[in-house]
């Protein structure tokens, strides 16, 4: 089985990740998308993240009508803090009859050289990168590697800091959330602080 794994913090899970999950999974050769839930990213800040179980609690609503699209704590389990090449290590063992990729944005593809390991992750696994309005200069060189595959995926721009920062103010921002994530957040009164 061909899965593409597709890393985030999802906090919150928004449309615009389940719009790039659902483009991946219909249209660039994938069995199936697993929403990784990251526990913490070293790059973002620990205090505006919610619990583990919160965002995956999160990502489980936003996708139990996409049958495509799984939810999975894999990470939570794994030493922290999590270099994604331990992480495919890991899923090699633990499912060695699947063949795993990564999705990322062209964002990510930019600091790749940057990650641990990156380049047995490079040779092992494909890549496939959904597009992103960037100002930073290109890395041509990875983007023409042969693992790595360009998607003519829809450009998302919608962001969880952006809707954080805006229940945070009051404003309405309903439309960019699953309905069943909306209601999460506004019974448990998250990102209003």
């Known amino acids: 089985m061909k899965i593409g794994l597709y890393f985030g913090t999802y ?6 990740h389940l ?9 660039a050769g994938l069995d199936q ?8 990213n070293p790059l973002k800040k620990k205090a505006t993240l919610l619990d583990d179980h ?29 270099y994604t090449v331990n992480t495919l290590a890991h899923l090699h063992d633990k499912y060695p009859n699947h063949e795993f ?23 092992n696994h494909d890549i ?10 290109e890395n041509t060189a990875l983007k023409s590697h042969p693992k790595v595959h360009i998607i003519d995926a829809p450009v998302v721009e919608i962001s969880s800091t952006f809707i954080r920062k805006n ?3 009051g404003k309405n921002i309903q439309p960019l959330l699953p309905p069943k994530v909306w209601e999460y957040i506004d019974h448990n009164n998250f990102y209003k602080k």
């Open 101 to 123: 990729s990564l999705i990322m944005g062209e964002d990510n593809l930019k600091t790749l050289h940057k990650w641990k390991n990156y380049e047995v992750i490079l040779n």
């Open 11 to 16: 906090n919150p899970i928004h449309i615009g």
């Open 54 to 82: 919160h965002r995956l609690q999160m990502v489980y609503l936003a996708t139990e009508d996409f049958p495509k699209i799984k939810p999975s704590d894999i990470e939570f389990k794994l030493l922290q803090p999590n």
């Open 167 to 169: 229940i945070k103010t």
């Open 128 to 137: 496939f990168v959904y597009p992103r309005i960037s100002d930073e200069p």
């Open 19 to 27: 719009i790039i999950a659902n483009h991946m999974a219909e249209f």
């Open 33 to 40: 998308v697993w929403m990784v839930v990251t526990p913490h």
